[in-house]
């Protein structure tokens, strides 16, 4: 090549990529690097010292609400209320989770069905709940209907020993009496487990082998709790309960479910449903005609239809946007704030914040908390979809 | 000579055709069918008529304070977002000042007048009018509002309100997202891998926040990235944290509509001797755009719908408005009503969007399958 043909430099783009991606990193270091510079100066014309001492010191002020998490006002530290927090935000998240799934299936089978009334109702209730904004939909199921129409504690409604009323619900609180029975049951109950799964393969095998199927889940399901209850009476009842009492104004002992985990729950899975009703009606549709006509001709059943041509196709659609539903769930449950239930960011990024005043630390261990479960769920994501293609052709 | 008439063919039969047919082959097909329809019936029997009775048929419409609703208690008191109206739509400052209302309501009445052609088919000269709805309309809208340039009484950011509130948020956040998304889409889609790296982390790392914490971050934080002596009020930093998030959810939805642009376009770009940014703003991004309109709705419906947790950092917003108004001395208990009308509000547009996006949707997939 001549020296005349040659590319000059400023206009090879090997070298223009790399001159480009230098300034790109040196614009975005200058950036951060002024940025950190301006904050230290601005923490310290404030008198702001951060740093993580706060971390190992007692918090001042209450939490209501801390199911496996003991909480102890004058003892426990804000590492511990960290953790209050994230355990909260997961409680939340699971219940929301498994509710939203079986009412969002629901809703969207109904949407499909080929009665009129039913799937028109179904129609309007996901056009309705996703096109409102959930914040408003938390607080008016919290404020508008439950605080308004629920009694006040002495006037709780009575169901056995539970009891509901605008603080919540109380329920009789399941206690350990003794640590060796108890851990017996629970060995029986694993026993039992392992039985069943045995027997589930058992009768896969039998049913490839002779074609004769059996109702595992529903035999499984009795003998669990059945046999379940029977280990509990022969380990000799190891649990007590403690039921709640009313004292002058509010129970004291037992369980309790608060309110505003209730309205958030409740208004959470409405919500989400709506949306995974939809990922179910467009997954069961992206099943071709042609599959079911195809089971029927091989002359299975309306349900065996459903159950074994339809829905393992429709999974691989109804999945992969589906936890990306329940990733919004989680994130949508730090709307906890406007009702006050005790989740990370009302109880880290605005009680605690308010209170020590470490902006920086807290807000940034908050967004860590969030971008964990983001990740964890972004990598489920991808094996599924990873493990899904293999099956593909 | 004769002409063969043909009789006419008999009348299908009446358990074929008409209401009750109709009614036997979508409502009483099966036992099952039967027995949900009922169901499904005497829920909506249960529910229906006596929200209808309580919204519409002796709902209290007129009057000036409670004392109408608690004379007719069966009834909701739409009196209270009569009276509070103004208020509600265009915030504390317009709703204590009525000469100035007319500011915000010629502002809506532009947007509307900019909007409507925009959607409705076969409109001419389209791309002006979309040009003039992103450039000149915003400028034209903030002095209306602001209300300096016009010679009038100043509203300053800090007192926009409301409806008022919701719809700038909403507004500036899809305007300065929708560049910042162009940008970012292109950037992960680059070769350069530092480029790529960079906004891979930036996207990702607002897409796995959720917006409350973003806000608290904007409204606690940003006042400290900033030397002393710039200062935004929460208005300016709720956009500021809006932006960055809704940018990331913009660019995924871009890039949704980049991937789906075949490689020979690129190649038949790059063959005809166009730079990287001519072929970018030429031939990839005009095809990628209208391909990714659906999924940017999307996004616009669900900032539109978040745009509400402004109200947790205190912002009046329409939700928050309408929650306080309900909370006032005058009109305390009235929440139902309040909550209601403001859903209402947000229901209309995020439907209004949902359904356009659903139509050019399927204008396009027919596009698709025509070539």
């Known amino acids: ?393 | 000579m004769d002409t063969f008439a043909p009789k006419p063919s008999r009348k299908p039969p009446l358990s074929a055709v008409g209401p009750i047919a109709w009614v036997r082959a979508n409502l009483f097909n099966s036992t099952t069918s039967s027995l949900m329809t009922l169901v499904f019936f005497y829920l909506l029997w249960l529910y229906i008529p006596p929200f209808i009775n309580w919204a519409f048929l002796s709902a209290n419409w007129t009057g000036l304070d409670r004392t109408v609703c608690e004379a007719n208690p069966a009834g909701a008191c739409w009196t209270f977002i009569n009276v509070r109206l103004e208020q509600i739509l265009f915030g504390l400052y317009f709703g204590a000042n009525p000469d100035e209302v007319w500011r915000p309501i010629v502002g809506f009445i532009l947007f509307f007048g900019l909007l409507i052609p925009l959607i409705v088919e076969g409109t001419p000269y389209k791309k002006w009018i979309a040009l003039s709805m992103l450039t000149i309309f915003p400028l034209v809208f903030f002095a209306l509002i602001h209300g300096e340039w016009i010679g009038r009484p100043v509203a300053n950011t800090s007192q926009w309100g409301g409806f008022l509130l919701t719809f700038v948020l909403a507004f500036v956040g899809i305007l300065l997202a929708l560049p910042l998304g162009i940008l970012l889409a292109l950037g992960r889609r680059s070769e350069m891998p530092v480029i790529r790296t960079m906004c891979v982390l930036y996207i990702e790392f607002w897409r796995g926040t959720p917006l409350i914490t973003i806000l608290f971050m904007a409204s606690v934080m940003l006042p400290l990235f900033f030397p002393a002596g710039v200062e935004f009020d929460k208005v300016v930093r709720a956009m500021i944290g809006i932006t960055m998030f809704q940018s990331a959810y913009t660019a995924e939805a871009i890039r949704g509509g980049l991937a789906a642009i075949p490689k020979g376009q690129y190649e038949a770009a790059a063959a005809l001797g166009l730079g990287y940014w001519r072929r970018t703003v030429f031939i990839i991004l005009p095809q990628a755009l209208k391909i990714s309109i659906p999924g940017i709705v999307n996004t616009f419906i669900a900032l539109f719908k978040d745009t509400s947790l402004v109200s947790i950092i205190g912002l009046l917003d329409l939700l928050n408005m309408a929650q306080s108004a309900a909370r006032s001395i005058e009109w305390k208990g009235y929440d139902i009503e309040g909550y209601l009308f403001t859903g209402l509000i947000f229901w209309m547009f995020c439907y209004g969007m949902s359904r356009y996006s659903q139509v050019i949707e399927r204008k396009l997939d027919t596009n698709r399958r025509d070539n």
């Open chain 1, 1 to 393: 090549m001549s020296d005349s043909t040659r590319i000059p430099l400023h206009r090879d783009p090997k070298v223009r990529a790399w001159v480009f991606q230098i300034l790109a990193i040196l614009v975005v270091c200058y950036g951060f690097y002024s940025i950190v510079q301006t904050t230290i100066d601005n923490l310290a014309a404030r008198n702001i010292q951060t740093n993580l001492n706060f971390l190992t010191q007692v918090a001042p002020f209450n939490i209501g609400f801390s199911p496996f998490i003991d909480f102890k006002l004058g003892e426990t530290t804000y590492w511990m209320v960290f953790f209050i927090g994230i355990q909260n935000t997961i409680l939340i998240a699971v219940l929301g989770i498994i509710a939203a799934t079986i009412l969002g299936f629901l809703i969207g089978v109904v949407r499909l069905s080929p009665n009129w009334l039913a799937s028109k109702v179904a129609l309007v209730y996901i056009e309705i709940f996703r096109n409102a904004p959930l914040l408003l939909q938390i607080m008016f199921w919290n404020f508008a209907i439950f605080l308004a129409s629920l009694p006040a504690p002495r006037q709780s409604v009575e169901m056995g020993a539970f009891y509901l009323n605008n603080r919540g619900l109380h329920m009789p609180k399941p206690i350990i009496a003794d640590d060796v029975r108890f851990w017996i049951w629970i060995g029986l109950v694993t026993l039992i487990f392992v039985g069943c799964l045995r027997f589930a393969r058992w009768a896969k095998h039998r049913f490839e082998d002779t074609g004769k199927p059996l109702p595992v889940f529903w035999i499984n399901i009795a003998t669990l709790v059945l046999m379940g209850y029977l280990a509990y009476r022969i380990a000799g009842s190891p649990l007590t309960f403690d039921v709640p009492v009313l004292g002058r104004f509010n129970f004291s002992g037992g369980g309790q479910i608060p309110l505003p985990l209730f309205s958030l729950w409740f208004a959470l899975v409405l919500y989400t449903a709506a949306f995974i009703a939809e990922n179910v009606r467009a997954g069961i549709q992206s099943v071709s005609h042609g599959q079911s006509e195809a089971a029927s001709a091989l002359g299975l059943t309306r349900a065996q239809t459903v159950k074994l041509v339809v829905i393992p196709q429709a999974l691989r659609v109804i999945i992969p946007p589906t936890i990306s539903q329940y990733l919004n769930l989680t994130k949508n449950s730090s709307l906890a704030v406007a009702v006050g239930y005790e989740e990370i960011v009302s109880l880290w990024a605005g009680i605690t914040l308010n209170q020590t005043g470490q902006a920086l630390i807290i807000i940034a261990m908050t967004i860590f908390v969030y971008e964990c479960l983001s990740l964890t769920t972004s990598a489920i994501l991808n094996w599924y979809n990873r493990r899904v293609q293999l099956t593909e052709r």
